[in-house]
């Protein structure tokens, strides 16, 4: 069994040493505080008490086998996977083939050309809290240098009503320093040569749709 | 496994943002009010309880179960909890169904709730969108308003759909919840002077006109954010016939099915384009939904073709309008030729085919999620036992004569999704 090419590795107990470490580079020394309450409120006419929790706390994600990914966006590469069985290519990557007949087959790490096809996109007028200020902003899907999946990041570089089903993208990375080993290391842009088409009525209707988010985004602090 | 499973009878709590009660004390107060429906029932029947929630984050407790077990003095009795995204409700029913159909239990209490309440919205919309893959899709500024909005953009294109299309599906629903005093749409909003939409009878106009929250997304295309819970009691045929002759209706057929987490993933899927043909669901339809459905149907005896025609009324997850929308062509209501007629044709509104979340649905009573596919299943229910007039405000909302009924419960992008037929007995 333990021969078996499609185990994944698992390093030894002390095998691991972190010797290139950036953890405190980019929010700074995160000081985790635990659970405290931090005040309450009452209601005298129905009786009603509610108390203020707060909780926050840092997680190790650990990339594991697909460290190589992580270590790629860092160094501005894209890695993907690929099935040695039916050739089926992956980006995010797989580290077991999907395809059942495949039996679980491990997947071959290949590198990707930084290039793709915008398979479907909205254009964001409200996300999470984090994400907030960046609206208006297209999240487009995109099906990267010919893989069998689309991967989701934000499409930059035109206004947010000139996306078009089918266009060519390509990844645009942050500065080094800046990148995280994740998804917002790069987003995607126009292809060079892509011109948007003419504004029509849906077009329009976008535009004007879009305008009380920017007009809104523009009080937040 | 010919033994028939029933759902003798049951109650949601009203839902609403914010609302000011426990999960425990929502679970007592459902308990109570079936007594009122179901007299001999007591909590010394139960044999088996099913708990039915989401996301500990909301409440900062992990195993909240535990504490409404405890409260309700059923230490000792054997309990599980199930969550399953969206299709939490979906999925604990679906966990009580197996459980009597087996022959294991005989008497099983569901009990689901949700404090979405407990956190602002956009934080919430952030837990929530925990369940999408962390790792490539929420950090890229992705909420499930987003991941949807992109697949019901391209499902709008692949089917020549409009904006408008969509808004039927939210203005039903809304319009609808106004008849419920349950609903939080009713409760936030109809019967709220500080509303834009008080004593308001929604418009498509109204839909289009609300603010943007992804193409082709505006804020009454989405769900609400809800505190809630449901108390569903599932038993065997011969309990229900004995003790809830009044109430109870018949789980006549019951699917779950699954699909890719991150809604990229189901363009080309090896099992899915080996059961439905090359490119199926895409990212425009649920291929979860339409295999659960199919399950569903089968056991059920519904021919695919003649599912529209042989449901009377359905209780279907519309987190969005237009994932209601989508789920009518996944359960084989309509196909690609004919979805614009039907959509327009109004056949999921009261007086068409299918009448479809006459009780609100997710956009109009809420979506406390652990809760929802239960509420769901018992707005179903309510016009398969003829006591809607008697749960609504009014007999407008009742669909009379029903005999079979399909409850949707839906998850993720489409990850997890169970469907049910009802049928009155």
Redesign the interface.
């Known amino acids: 069994m333990t021969n078996d090419k499609r185990l994944h590795k698992i390093p030894g107990h002390t095998d691991v040493e972190w010797d290139d470490k950036h953890s405190d580079e980019f929010r700074g020394n995160v000081e985790e505080t635990g659970?405290g309450f931090m005040g309450y409120d009452w209601d005298s006419k129905?009786e009603?008490f509610k108390v203020y929790?707060h909780?926050d706390q840092l997680y190790y994600?650990k990339y594991a086998e697909v460290s190589k990914l992580g270590k790629g966006f860092v160094d501005g590469e894209f890695w993907g996977t690929k099935c040695p069985k039916c050739g089926?290519k992956f980006f995010?990557p797989r580290v077991n083939c999907?395809?059942?007949?495949d039996n679980l087959e491990k997947t071959e790490w290949i590198q990707l050309k930084e290039e793709g096809i915008v398979?479907?996109?909205?254009?964001?007028?409200?996300?999470?809290?984090?994400?907030?200020k960046?609206l208006?902003?297209i999240?487009?899907?995109v099906?990267v240098d010919g893989c069998?999946?689309?991967?989701?990041?934000?499409l930059r570089g035109i206004e947010p009503w000139e996306a078009d089903?089918g266009m060519p993208v390509k990844v645009v990375w942050k500065p080094k320093k800046e990148r995280q080993g994740?998804?917002?290391d790069w987003h995607f842009e126009p292809a060079d040569g892509w011109k948007p088409g003419p504004m029509n009525e849906e077009k329009e209707?976008?535009k004007e749709?879009?305008q009380?988010?920017i007009e809104w985004v523009k009080t937040m602090k | 496994m010919s033994r028939k499973v029933c759902i003798a009878g049951g109650v949601a709590t009203p839902f609403d943002y914010p609302m000011?009660i426990t999960p425990e004390a929502m679970a007592a107060n459902c308990i109570v009010e079936t007594q009122h429906e179901i007299p001999d029932f007591t909590l010394k029947d139960l044999q088996f309880m099913v708990y039915s929630h989401f996301s500990v984050h909301f409440g900062?407790q992990l195993c909240p179960e535990w504490i409404v077990h405890d409260h309700l003095g059923l230490v000792g009795l054997p309990h599980v909890r199930i969550e399953n995204g969206g299709n939490t409700g979906g999925s604990a029913l679906f966990g009580a169904f197996m459980a009597v159909k087996s022959g294991l239990f005989d008497v099983v209490g569901v009990y689901g709730w949700e404090t979405m309440d407990n956190v602002?919205q956009?934080?919430g919309?952030?837990f929530i969108?925990l369940a999408s893959?962390t790792?490539?899709?929420?950090?890229?500024?992705?909420?499930y308003?987003?991941?949807y909005?992109?697949?019901?953009?391209?499902f709008m294109?692949d089917n020549d759909l409009t904006?408008e299309d969509f808004a039927l599906a939210a203005m039903k629903n809304r319009n609808y919840a106004a008849d419920n005093p349950g609903a939080q749409f009713y409760r936030s909003d109809y019967t709220n002077p500080k509303s834009p939409y008080y004593k308001k009878t929604l418009t498509v106009e109204d839909v289009m006109e609300s603010?943007?929250?992804?193409?082709?997304l505006?804020k009454l295309d989405c769900c609400l954010m809800s505190r809630g819970g449901a108390f569903a009691l599932v038993t065997t045929e011969e309990w229900a016939k004995k003790h809830a002759p009044d109430t109870y209706v018949e789980i006549a057929g019951a699917g779950l099915s699954s699909c890719t987490i991150?809604?990229?993933?189901r363009?080309?899927?090896?099992?899915w384009n080996k059961l439905y043909g090359k490119g199926y669901p895409d990212?425009t339809e649920f291929g979860a939904c339409r295999k659960s459905g199919e399950d569903a149907y089968d056991m059920a005896g519904i021919e695919y073709k003649k599912a529209a025609k042989e449901i009377d009324v359905a209780e279907i997850h519309d987190a969005f309008s237009s994932s209601e929308t989508q789920i009518y062509k996944a359960l084989h209501w309509c196909d690609k030729e004919n979805i614009k007629e039907f959509v327009r044709e109004k056949q999921t509104f009261l007086d068409g085919e299918v009448p479809t979340n006459v009780g609100g649905g997710l956009m109009g009573y809420g979506h406390p999620v652990g809760a929802t596919g239960i509420m769901s299943a018992l707005e179903c229910s309510y016009h398969l036992n003829d006591t809607a007039p008697k749960k609504h405000l009014s007999s407008k909302t009742y669909v009379k004569d029903a005999n079979t009924g399909l409850v949707n419960s839906h998850a993720g992008t489409g990850t997890s999704i169970s469907n049910f037929i009802l049928r009155r007995p």
Not at chain 2, 211 to 216: A, E, G, K, V
Request: with cysteine; aromatic share 14%.
């Open positions: 659970i129905e009603q929790l909780y994600w089926d995010p999907w395809n059942l007949d398979h479907t996109f909205t254009v964001a007028g409200w996300s999470g809290k984090s994400s907030l960046r208006p902003f999240l487009a899907y099906i069998k999946t689309a991967i989701a990041n934000e089903f994740t998804v917002t209707r976008i749709l879009c009380p988010v | 000011h900062k602002t956009s934080q919309s952030e969108a893959d790792r490539y899709e929420a950090l890229a500024g992705g909420i308003p987003i991941y909005a992109a697949m019901a953009y391209k294109k904006e603010r943007l929250i992804s193409y082709p505006k991150r809604a990229g993933d363009i080309d899927f090896p099992g990212m």
